[in-house]
Nanobody, 126 residues
Framework: QVQLAESGGGLVQAGGSLRLSCAASGPTNSNYDMGWFRQAPGKEREFISA????????AYKDALKGRFTISRDSAKNTVYLQMNSLTPEDTAVYYC???????????????????WGQGTQVTVSS
């Protein structure tokens, strides 16, 4: 059973930065794409970014390009999300997810991901 554990969330002032981590454990063999999503209170879960298993293909939600950066360390089975210039609108629970399909394209839909972490809260104060 694959398990994902997010960390790095917390309270930050507007304009600040946070780096989230997502550690995968279990029978992964690093053979999966990873995605980051977030869900703000009263809103649907939305796609942020995804990176494929080799790290060579990356996608971002257009509105977040330039502020958020995804990366992965396959040796550590860990994916990161660097978030800069945070605003109160970035306040949400952030989730990582793993896609074990053999697609050559990173996915942005929730239904395409097989495993999910429990989420980590990010709160940005004004």
């Amino acid at each position: 059973q694959v398990q994902l554990a997010e960390s790095g969330g917390g309270l930050v002032q507007a304009g600040g930065s946070l780096r989230l981590s997502c550690a995968a454990s279990g029978p992964t063999n690093s053979n999966y794409d990873m995605g980051w999503f977030r869900q703000a209170p009263g809103k649907e879960r939305e796609f942020i970014s995804a990176i494929n298993r080799s790290g060579g293909s990356i996608a971002y939600k257009d509105a977040l390009k330039g502020r958020f950066t995804i990366s992965r360390d396959s040796a550590k089975n860990t994916v990161y999300l660097q978030m800069n210039s945070l605003t109160p609108e970035d306040t949400a629970v952030y989730y990582c997810a793993a896609d074990f399909s053999k697609s050559n394209v990173v996915q942005s839909r929730i239904v395409d991901y097989d495993y999910w972490g429990q989420g980590t809260q990010v709160t940005v104060s004004s």
